[in-house]
């Protein structure tokens, strides 16, 4: 598919929307009747699968466990890319506009499509891990100049291996789930004992993130020119990031509660085959050339643009901070998983990776309010007259992003979430 499709569906208007029938996302909806189940986005609408299986529409898939009837994505994602190709294929077959199957049977279409306004949405993976990277060079090296000076920004590693930590799974929380400011150990101002309170200094983090399967046996590394085939789908991720509590505990094992309360998800899950038509080079030649277990041919990366927008309690009408791209990343999600597995490492169905801040060259692209405001000294000037070195409570964040084909687009959703004051 190229970025020139022109493919359509039956539903109406569908083309104009963040979900055309080039998209067709995944996700885990509930709706009144109906437990949960998979769907996809397609238009305004939400194609109900177990309802399609139930029609005998799906029968004929290369699969006898058939996993679309399931309430979360993790077995689909256990089946691998031969099925997934073929399930997205015969999705768009049923949808397309010259196909006359579910155009013209009101009652199967009255029976499988639903509008989203009228279903709530669900976490579409059990999440068993949570890896975070540290992916994009802008970022690495803006927070570097801020700590370490520009002659050692990037840590003598960055350059030869995508650096990430494992994160907390059970704190990863869907789009529109509010996030409490935490409470946490900082450094005391003179150096004396560590104060313990509210972190101040609570910050985004732009990032993407990959479902992952059907995953390997422990033992048995990944190679880099296979990993593609454990990317399942893309969504926006939130890192919400405690600042101070960080700069106080990351030596020398990294973040920990500092990142651990809470990290917002997107609820559409894009699925990589959507985004093939925008593959694109990374915005640099890798050099040093890495190790070659960890060399990959270009494209390596996305032309995604991604979006923050904020909202304040004095303000609730959002506006845009951050303007940021996919393919500003150094290291690419491929390489991440061909990394994770290098020693053995074994990946789960539902796993989920993230990239990290993705940050660009200009400053409107910077992916956190620690390099907007440059920690802190250069506050973010709102259209009301308000001023943001960090967030503060009631404060609305959301993450958009999209892909844009020729009249057509591929959207995800939002990841949204607002600030309650901290308890204690």
């Not at 769907?39 to 005998?56: H, K, P, R, S, T």
């Not at 993790?74 to 997205?88: E, I, K």
């Not at 789908?233 to 600042?243: E, I």
């Not at 999209?402 to 687009?409: L, P, S, T, Y």
Request: proline content about 9%; charged content about 20%.
């Amino acid at each position: 598919m190229s970025r020139q499709s022109t493919r359509d569906t039956f539903v109406p208007g569908a083309r104009d929307t963040d979900f055309p029938i080039q998209n067709l996302p995944y996700g885990v909806f509930h709706a009144p009747g109906r437990p949960a189940r998979l769907g996809v986005a397609i238009g305004d609408q939400v194609l109900d699968l177990f309802a399609l299986d139930e029609l005998g529409l799906l029968k004929d898939l290369p699969c006898g466990d058939r996993p679309w009837r399931e309430g979360s994505l993790n077995a689909l994602l256990a089946q691998g890319p031969a099925l997934w190709s073929a399930l997205r294929a015969r999705l768009a077959a049923l949808l397309d506009a010259e196909n006359p199957e579910l155009r013209d049977n009101s009652a199967w279409r009255q029976a499988v499509l639903l509008p989203q306004s009228q279903v709530a949405l669900l976490m579409p993976a059990a999440i068993g891990d949570y890896t975070d990277f540290y992916a994009s060079r802008h970022h690495a090296t803006n927070v570097g100049i801020m700590f370490r000076g520009r002659d050692n920004a990037l840590m003598p590693n960055w350059l030869h291996l995508p650096v990430g930590y494992h994160g907390r799974a059970s704190s990863v929380v869907l789009s529109g789930t509010s996030v409490r400011r935490p409470m946490g150990q900082t450094e005391a101002p003179e150096g004396g004992f560590p104060l313990f309170g509210p972190s101040r200094l609570l910050d985004i983090e732009l990032e993407a993130g990959f479902l992952l399967g059907p995953g390997n046996a422990l033992g048995q590394p990944i190679p880099v020119r296979e990993a593609g085939g454990q990317l399942f789908g893309m969504v926006l991720v939130n890192d919400w990031s405690a600042r101070d509590v960080q700069k106080w505990e990351y030596q020398p094992l990294g973040p920990f509660l500092a990142k651990n309360f809470a990290t917002t998800i997107s609820p559409w899950v894009v699925p990589m085959e959507a985004l093939e038509p925008f593959r694109c080079a990374g915005p640099e030649q890798e050099d040093p050339q890495p190790l070659p277990y960890l060399r990959q041919e270009n494209p390596r990366l996305w032309d995604v643009e991604l979006y923050v927008l904020l909202a304040t309690a004095r303000m609730p009408e959002p506006v845009r901070i951050v303007g940021s791209n996919l393919r500003h990343l150094y290291w690419g999600p491929e390489q991440m998983v061909a990394h994770h597995t290098v020693t053995g490492c074994n990946l789960r169905p539902g796993d989920l990776i993230a990239t990290g801040t993705i940050s660009g060259p200009e400053k409107s692209s910077f992916g956190s309010l620690l390099e907007l405001t440059w920690r802190g000294t250069e506050p973010l000037q709102l259209p009301n007259g308000e001023t943001r070195r960090f967030l503060e409570d009631g404060d609305t964040v959301i993450i958009r992003g999209q892909a844009r084909g020729d009249g057509w687009r591929i959207g995800f959703g939002e990841a949204r979430g607002t600030i309650l004051p901290a308890l204690g």
